[in-house]
């Protein structure tokens, strides 16, 4: 069998492989916790990939200096891979 889809094949899979072929959106999320709203932190923020770590850069902020953490919050970005973020 032709691994290429042909027009006489149900529409279903016409349209998956043409799913399949097109160029993906190539966007990154990340998430960034401000550290300025607490201290002069000469970074600025700390930006994480998985939501979790972020979490868990909070949580042993939390455990040195709870009310320094109760300030913080994660902001998720979404950056274009490539472009001027």
């Known amino acids: 069998m032709s691994p ?3 027009t006489s094949e149900p529409p279903s899979c016409v349209a998956v492989m043409r ?3 097109e160029p993906r959106s190539q966007q990154l999320i990340v998430y960034a916790v401000d ?10 923020e700390a930006t994480f990939l998985r939501r979790e770590d972020a979490e868990r850069f909070i949580e ?12 913080l919050r994660i902001e ?10």
Do not use: C, K, M, Q
Request: net charge negative.
């Open 4 to 6: 290429i889809a042909r």
């Open 19 to 21: 799913h399949a072929l």
């Open 35 to 44: 550290l300025r709203s607490t201290s002069d932190d000469p970074f600025g």
């Open 60 to 71: 042993g902020i939390r455990d040195d200096d709870p009310e320094r953490a109760s300030y």
């Open 76 to 85: 998720a970005r979404e950056l274009e891979v490539g472009g001027l973020n």
